[in-house]
């Protein structure tokens, strides 16, 4: 009876070893999966200054030549530039993998900081791993007040 008893024991503990085993490696997976995603969605999240609205409006006076104004309109973090007097707007997402874009008024150029990628003010790829632009968005202007609806 002890040997029976014995036999059922020493069978059960592999079992619970291997649950235990199972469960240590689904919580470390899940461990690893928060500190790969977390600062990568952080890192991809809005800057704080930007709007958070489904349609973006600019002011026109409020947009001083060579500078940008970004904003977000259905998801997309948009950048409206001026540049030679010209209002200009772009989705910011690099065509390379995503990554939001910077406008840098001294050299009059978007820079990813992904991955090294440079457009020109119309958008234009000009050095980096990336052939697409920036994707062109349009807007209207009324009142000296852009919209893009
Ligand atoms: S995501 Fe912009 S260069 Fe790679």
């Known amino acids: ?7 059922q024991d020493s069978s ?4 619970d070893r291997r649950r235990f ?8 997976a899940v461990a690893s999966a928060g500190m790969v995603g977390y600062p990568v969605t952080t890192f991809l999240k809005l800057p704080k200054s930007m709007s ?33 007097g010209q209002v200009r707007a772009f ?6 993998l995503g990554c939001v874009v910077q406008w840098e008024g001294a050299t009059r150029t978007f820079k990813c900081p992904c991955h090294g990628a440079v457009f020109s003010d119309n958008g ?3 050095a980096g791993p990336v052939n697409a632009p920036l994707e062109s968005v349009p807007f209207q202007i009324q009142d000296d007040v852009l919209r893009i609806t």
């Not at 989705?91 to 390379?96: D, I, R």
């Open 1 to 7: 009876m002890n040997n029976a008893s014995h036999a």
């Open 12 to 15: 059960s503990k592999p079992s």
């Open 21 to 28: 085993c199972k469960m240590a490696i689904g919580g470390m």
């Open 52 to 84: 958070q609205q489904g349609s973006m409006e600019v002011p026109l006076a409020d947009l001083a030549e060579g500078t940008a104004i970004w904003g977000e309109h259905l998801g997309r973090q948009i950048a409206v530039i001026k540049v030679d």
């Open 91 to 96: 989705n910011g997402a690099c065509p390379h």
């Open 124 to 126: 234009k790829p000009v």
